[in-house]
């Protein structure tokens, strides 16, 4: 290729990457498969490396994040970013209404939006693309933070359609709840402190020096206001929604995220709406703003010193309220972890009944300085367990503080704490009852071996029974065994064995992650299973060589190391490597040849694989996997709940119709 054509094609590439981005983060409706976007990245990346005289300053491969920042530049804001005046009683609200429609002496449309409890960030976009975003500062001047910007996905780096040249549109930068428990979660197992609420992380993920760990923290943006148009909308409103024309995650009309009304009472409606209606959100809000939608009426209205007369916010009340804390519990996690459990009289809060609390570990017990019986405060903020943030003293009756336990409530044994850790735990990882099914709960999860039909109560049945122990039992189970066991059905009965015998071809990855090592997450798993092969390479592996290992630090290594250094972990392992689990990394292993050049489609729900082990399949036999069926699909993988639509194209264009038995007698030829 001549460099003129690989400049193209690097073009060509980023255009389409920016357009699948956005089809797939801000439109919700994927337009190529994962797999494909991949490939696509991967190709870019490889030519950007060749010639970076051709790579774009927003190419879609800067999304992962590079950068590493020293220090974040502080530059002027173009235009000064005002902060809103706000309120917490509706009557306020009618007055700045009456007052804007009074001093205008015309009627008025307003705008109700949502106030997004995140960070504000203002976007600089110059020729369509991204040129510079910064944090709101104060006011005045913000940080330059345009590399961690660029890492969250539904920031669009180049836009589309009829855009103005040179504009700013701001908006909120936030973590959606289920980003914030996922990031929390890994946090836990890492035994790291845990993040206080979604606003905070938020905060602090944009102010990370490496864009890299940005791009891993699922940041979201929703934009609420465009700076610097001319003619293009004559006010807010209609500059929002044009703005999503342009790329842009706007708020959704349809959901009453944002509303036009010209009267008050249109805005009371939205607020109570929102007031009812803000828990079934994905991420947080602190109450509604109101604005005067006219561009033109804005400007008459003005400024007072800080901020503007045209808009204000009305915020929620923080649902706060007191109960008493009736006691405390103590449960023990799969890995021995001890957590104390607050026992509350029940109450109202959120639009749920509060009868728990988690206290996390010893040191926030003792930082709360708590008693039986005490009056406390609970709160509700974007985590779904409550939390205590106080305790109402005068109101103490007894004295009786809480007592950290010594020993497990379950086994017994004693509890230890370790140096520099948070946590208590116990020491009988082999017999106390919650470790041994919590273990075996995890080795079955979706993400390790995937055993389906074996929930927590099977599972301890089985334990009590005797019929498991361990997660090497499993592989032992015999058909009557499993039917000798209320509620187990000949169907599922069969239905489990058929999945414990799939979890065989789980990869070493998953069983690695599957076998609960602490502080041995899905990535660092991955990581592992990378760097070592096999298991008995990383069994075998020195501290220095684990610690070569991108993202393994002291803690993980020392985790790994005293893991194998017990006797009972390594026959553990030599049964399962009897039993036929994989302990070898595939370097992309191929099964056969059988489905070479041949493209096939999946589609509808499957009792043996999933969709992704399906996938495997099909490229472990060197087939591709294909999004749509089209006259190029050789097979269509057809499971239950199919759409008509699809079957009866596949009918007309010809295409071979497997269901999943016949896939997978095809492939075992
Ligand atoms: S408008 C002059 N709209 O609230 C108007 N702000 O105190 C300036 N915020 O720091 C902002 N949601 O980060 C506006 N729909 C919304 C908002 C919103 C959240 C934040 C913003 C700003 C603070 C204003």
New binding site residues.
């Given amino acids: 290729m001549d460099t003129q054509s690989i400049e193209a094609k690097i073009a060509a590439l980023s255009t389409a990457l920016h357009a699948h981005n956005h089809a797939y983060y801000v439109l919700n409706t994927p337009s190529i498969s994962d797999y494909e976007f991949d490939m696509m990245l991967k190709e870019l990346e490889t030519l950007e490396k060749q010639y970076p005289e051709f790579a774009q300053t927003n190419s879609p491969t800067k999304r992962v994040g590079q950068d590493l920042t020293k220090k974040f530049l502080t530059q002027k804001h173009r235009f000064p970013?005002?902060?809103?005046s706000?309120s917490y009683s509706e009557q306020e609200i009618i007055d700045w209404a009456e007052r804007c429609l009074k001093l205008l002496g015309e009627t008025s449309e307003f705008v109700c939006?949502?106030?997004?409890?995140?960070?504000?960030i203002g976007l600089h976009y110059l020729e369509g693309n991204l040129h510079q975003a910064l944090t709101?500062g104060d006011g005045e001047q913000g940080e330059v933070v345009t590399a961690n910007v660029r890492t969250i996905r539904t920031v669009p780096l180049v836009l589309s359609g009829t855009y103005p040249t040179d504009f700013e549109i701001?908006g909120?930068i936030f973590m959606p709840h289920q980003q914030f428990a996922i990031l929390n979660k890994q946090r836990e197992a890492m035994g790291e402190p845990l993040f206080a609420n979604p606003r905070n992380t938020a905060s602090g993920t944009l102010k990370l020096l490496d864009s890299k760990e940005v791009s891993k923290r699922g940041l979201d943006c929703y934009l609420?206001?465009v700076h610097g148009l001319k003619s293009e909308a004559a006010g807010h409103y209609e500059a929002v929604l044009l703005a999503k024309k342009w790329g842009f995650k706007v708020?959704d009309p349809a959901l009453r995220m944002i509303e036009k009304t010209n009267s008050i009472e249109g805005i009371m409606d939205f607020i109570h709406y929102w007031d009812v209606h803000r828990n079934e959100l994905p991420f947080d809000?602190d109450g509604v703003?109101l604005?005067v939608n006219s561009y033109e009426q804005q400007t008459l209205l003005g400024l007072t010193a800080k901020?503007?007369r045209w808009?204000i916010?009305y915020k929620f009340k923080t649902e706060r309220v007191e109960t008493i804390l009736e006691s405390v519990n103590f449960q023990v996690g799969r890995t021995g972890a001890i957590t104390p459990v607050a026992n509350l009289l029940p109450v109202q809060l959120g639009g749920t009944t509060v009868k728990r609390a988690s206290l996390h570990n010893a040191d926030q017990i003792n930082k709360l300085d708590l008693c039986i019986g005490d009056t406390i405060q609970v709160e509700k903020g974007g985590e779904i367990i409550p939390k205590i943030v106080g305790v109402n003293t005068s109101l103490r009756k007894h004295q009786e503080r809480i007592q950290f336990i010594e020993h497990c409530p379950e086994c017994h044994s004693p509890l230890t704490r370790q140096e520099g850790e948070a946590q208590h735990y116990c020491t009988n990882e082999l017999n106390c009852p919650p470790q041994v099914t919590g273990k075996i709960l995890h080795f079955i999860s979706r993400k390790a071996l995937n055993i389906d039909g074996l929930g927590e109560e099977t599972v301890e049945l089985m334990f009590v029974k005797k019929l498991i122990n361990n997660v090497l039992d499993l592989f032992y189970l015999t058909f009557d065994q499993l039917l000798s066991l209320e509620r187990m059905a000949e169907k599922s009965a069969n239905n489990l064995l058929k999945s414990i015998e799939a979890a065989k071809q789980v990869p070493f990855e998953r069983v690695l992650y599957g076998l609960g090592i602490r502080y041995v997450g899905e990535t660092v798993a991955k990581k592992l299973a990378q760097a070592f092969l096999n298991i008995d390479q990383l069994q075998s592996a020195t501290t220095e060589e684990l610690l070569l290992v991108d993202e393994i630090g002291e803690k993980i290594a020392s985790s790994i190391r005293s893991y194998f250094e017990q006797a009972q972990n390594v026959a553990l392992i030599e049964g399962l490597k009897q039993v036929g689990l994989q302990f070898q990394s595939e370097e992309k292993k191929q099964d056969s040849n059988l489905l070479e050049g041949k493209t096939c489609v999946i589609s509808g729900t499957f009792d043996t694989f999933s969709r992704d082990e399906l996938k495997e399949l099909i490229e472990r036999n060197g087939g591709k996997l294909g999004t749509s069926v089209s006259a190029k699909t050789h097979f269509l993988i057809a499971g239950a709940n199919m759409g008509p639509a699809k079957l009866q194209k596949a009918t007309d264009l010809g295409v071979t119709l497997l269901t999943e038995n016949e896939f997978i007698q095809l492939i075992s030829q």
């Fill in positions: 970013m005002l902060s809103l706000n939006e949502l106030k997004y409890d995140g960070v504000a709101r701001r909120e609420y206001g708020p809000i703003v604005k901020s503007p808009a916010a």
